[in-house]
């Protein structure tokens, strides 16, 4: 029997590797996808600067190179926004948005206060990496490293920990990423069904403000808040991250 495609889209700075616990959860029901963005450890490399179009260019043409006209999305961050812009393009089955990026208006606070906090977080990494795999070490500076993006920081091992910190490091697209003056337009009438679920304690798209702009922008959408969990849910739940994925999907019927 055949099983649906499923495209997995991490957030920026991270890698495939962020899906590493829910792929196990969704393997034997979903045909999976799982790469690594352009411009991120791991992924292609980018020429000039990287725009979220260009990322999303990137994505279809994996998509093309697989023989896949049309798959279900769900993605983190800026990987949920680039799941809507593949849906605008007519290339989702369905779209899962965790806490997706770009529901903002470009240079204001609803912006910039998020992507401040990624620059300030990926400098840091830079300057004291070389510490890292001995600070990792302890859940509890796990649980304060990762405090921005996850409620429970610690669930990570110091391995993965570790692996997120690489990620971040070595990620040559970041700052031209943070620093885009592209966002999510209006999307009046879905192409397929979308699911928005927001993350409760996201502190890096809170859904009070991120949240409710992305719900007039795509007003037709299903918009789900995920109890306890932070920007990440890959890292705080897998198993609600699975479940919230399987339930977009279904919608579809």
Wanted: net charge negative; charged share 20%.
């Amino acid at each position: 029997m055949n099983k649906d495609p499923l495209l997995l889209l991490h957030g920026v700075t991270m890698s495939a590797a962020a899906w590493d616990e829910v792929v196990p959860l969704l393997a034997n029901e979903f045909d999976l996808l799982v790469p690594t963005a352009a411009g991120h450890r791991g992924g292609g490399r980018i020429e000039g600067a990287a725009t979220i179009k260009h990322l999303v260019d990137v994505t279809e043409q994996l998509l093309d190179e697989r023989g896949v006209s049309t798959v279900h999305i769900a993605g983190n961050s800026l990987g949920g926004w680039m799941g809507i812009e593949l849906a605008r393009r007519g290339r989702a089955r369905s779209v899962c948005a965790l806490s997706p990026a770009g529901f903002w208006t470009p240079g204001t606070a609803d912006e910039t206060t998020a992507t401040n906090k990624l620059r300030r977080a990926k400098r840091l990494a830079e300057v004291g990496h070389g510490l890292a795999p001995l600070m990792l070490r302890s859940a509890a500076i796990r649980r304060l490293i990762l405090n921005d993006v996850a409620v429970h920081g610690d669930r990570l091992t110091a391995a993965q920990a570790l692996g997120a910190v690489h990620d971040l490091v070595d990620c040559p697209a970041a700052y031209d990423i943070l620093s885009t003056d592209e966002s999510v337009a209006p999307m009046p009438t879905l192409p397929c069904p979308i699911t928005l679920a927001w993350s409760e304690k996201d502190r890096i798209f809170p859904p009070s403000v991120n949240g409710a702009i992305a719900r007039q922008r795509i007003p037709d959408a299903r918009y789900t808040e995920l109890p306890g969990i932070g920007h990440v849910p890959m890292i705080d739940d897998p198993a609600l991250c699975a479940a919230t994925i399987r339930t977009a999907v279904s919608i579809t019927g």
